[in-house]
């Protein structure tokens, strides 16, 4: 081989390789994503607390007013305690408007277990059927439904709050 035809192919290769160099690769790789410097906390899974009415009691008894209670036991079916800072409730008797409330104060409800509360509701009669107020007085099963909202948060967190909707269907007596 000619020195003359030596050098033009190393320069020739020379020049392929420099230029082979300084193109973008065939295939680009991606850089490994980055971990936060910081832990990123995951929000729990609350479970729905459950509601069921032990008992419909009357607390006292007017002419045209009529106090009530309704025993309600609470199941948190969650592993942590909850905290239950506010309860809004409607009851409904025979299909109709009884009466409504709500509860601010805070309850603790502990991880897995089952807890009493007493919900207090004034109904007035004048705008009642008769036969309505009768069952009521000879202390006789009536059908009810009570719904709302419960609002729950993680004991040990100042976190977010669940909002949980409730309806409860159901007979009961009405005990004095």
Same mark, same amino acid.
């Given at each position: 081989?000619?020195?003359?035809?030596?050098?033009?192919?190393?320069?020739?290769?020379?020049?392929?390789?420099?230029?082979?160099?300084?193109?973008?690769?065939?295939? $680009?790789? +991606?850089?490994?994503?980055?971990?936060? +410097?910081?832990?990123?906390?995951?929000?729990?899974?609350?479970?729905?607390?459950?509601?069921?009415?032990?008992?419909?009691?009357?607390?006292?008894?007017?002419?045209?007013?009529?106090?009530? #209670?309704?025993?309600?036991?609470?199941?948190?079916?969650?592993?942590?305690?909850?905290?239950?800072?506010?309860?809004?409730?409607?009851?409904?008797?025979?299909?109709?408007?009884?009466?409504?409330?709500?509860?601010?104060?805070?309850?603790?409800?502990?991880?897995?277990?089952?807890?009493?509360?007493?919900?207090?509701?004034?109904?007035?009669?004048? @705008? *009642?059927?008769?036969?309505?107020? @009768?069952?009521?007085?000879? *202390?006789?099963?009536?059908?009810?439904?009570?719904?709302?909202?419960? #609002?729950?948060?993680?004991? $040990?967190?100042?976190?977010?709050?669940?909002?949980?909707?409730?309806?409860? @269907?159901?007979?009961?007596?009405?005990?004095?």
């Amino acid at each position: 081989m000619s020195l003359s035809r030596f050098f033009t192919l190393s320069l020739f290769g020379a020049g392929l390789l420099f230029f082979a160099c300084k193109t973008a690769p065939l295939c $680009e790789v +991606e850089a490994a994503p980055q971990l936060p +410097e910081e832990p990123v906390e995951i929000a729990p899974t609350i479970k729905e607390p459950l509601f069921v009415i032990k008992k419909v009691s009357i607390k006292q008894a007017e002419l045209v007013n009529t106090r009530l #209670v309704l025993e309600v036991s609470i199941e948190n079916p969650n592993p942590q305690p909850l905290l239950l800072t506010r309860l809004e409730y409607t009851f409904y008797g025979e299909g109709r408007y009884w009466a409504e409330n709500q509860i601010k104060n805070a309850l603790i409800l502990p991880g897995e277990s089952r807890q009493s509360l007493d919900l207090e509701l004034t109904m007035n009669f004048i @705008d *009642m059927k008769r036969s309505l107020l @009768d069952k009521v007085i000879k *202390m006789a099963q009536i059908s009810y439904r009570l719904e709302g909202k419960s #609002v729950l948060r993680l004991v $040990e967190s100042e976190g977010e709050d669940f909002l949980f909707p409730f309806q409860i @269907d159901g007979l009961s007596p009405v005990v004095k």
